[in-house]
């Protein structure tokens, strides 16, 4: 839909609701605990902005298991301050945001809550426009790309391996695990062959001669990069210190606040792949920031994006402009349905872009409703 308002009044923003979605998943494997219980849906926390022309702008915050805290940041401190603002100024109603609420903190919730309000206006923004959001950051560089599997924890070497093996049978090039021992990467390499892109996401679990340990230990199976080996995640010293030890690739990023904080990432860790989560981070306007940042310092971006909706579209419109080549994270699961309406699903281990006013994101009502999370 296109504003038929004259060029300057400002296209307000009318209302913004909160829609919690929590969709049953099947891993093919029993699921693990998170948060003192086993995790057995995929959440999210949509975020719809409805401007006074009936624009909608569909948005994503970080939801799993945390939005209902997110859902109340919004409803009560973010879009109060967003309604009647112009919805077409999307960097000052974000940086209205930022300077009000900044003592509330620059991340976590609250910067979920601002991600997703800052992904809903730049749909806004395509849709008024008549153009992709892709079209609005720049030129189109990658109409297609591949997808990397990301499997979800198995704790178990054989079903990590079976399940690699899977994917890359259905086209996938590129898998990652999220197994912290030597025989679940040992097996899955041999699984996937030694032509296909491995991954190891650790998740947070080592001190810095365990994960050194680690690390030449999986050497020999060739990952690609080893993701946020250390804990605390915010120890960028004892990262900077594991980069220098160790000749495997580091990736860090899902869990930095802000573009100002990752900043510090790029220039004191040593990492080789940033991945910032458009959904955490700031949305696509911070993901811009740290990828123009990124690139100065010769670093790849490689963002986090473990989701299903807005969020991950607007991870793909991203890294559709990018110049360097771009592998699209996604995770590996089965789900009776797919929140996008099929847009982001992989065919032979690839995605395309939408093309398509906004961020390509319409979803079914009936389906908003049936798997309507409640707490």
Sequence with gaps: MRSSRPEGVAMKIASIETLPIAIPYDSGAAPLPLGGKPRTRMESLLVKVTTDDGIVGWGDAFGVRIWPVTRLLIDRLVAPLCVGEDALRREDVIDKLDRTLYHFGRAGPLQYAISAIDIALWDIAGKAARRPVHGLIGPLRHARMPVYASLLPYRDPNLAARHAARAVDQGYRYVKLHERDVPSVRESRAAIGADV??????????????????????????????????????????MAALSRRIDIPLAMGENVGNPVEFRRVLDSTGIAYAQPSAIKTGGITAMLEIARDAAARDIRLMPHSAYFGPGLLATMHVLATLPTSPILERFYCDMPVELSGGITLPRDGMVQVPDVPGLGFEPDPEVLRKYAATE
């Design 197 to 238: 892109g491995l991954m190891v996401d650790l998740n947070c679990p080592f001190d810095l001669p365990t994960a050194e340990r680690f690390a030449r230990e999986v050497a020999a199976f060739a990952p690609m990069w080893l993701e946020e080996p250390l804990f605390p995640v915010d120890d960028f010293s004892a």
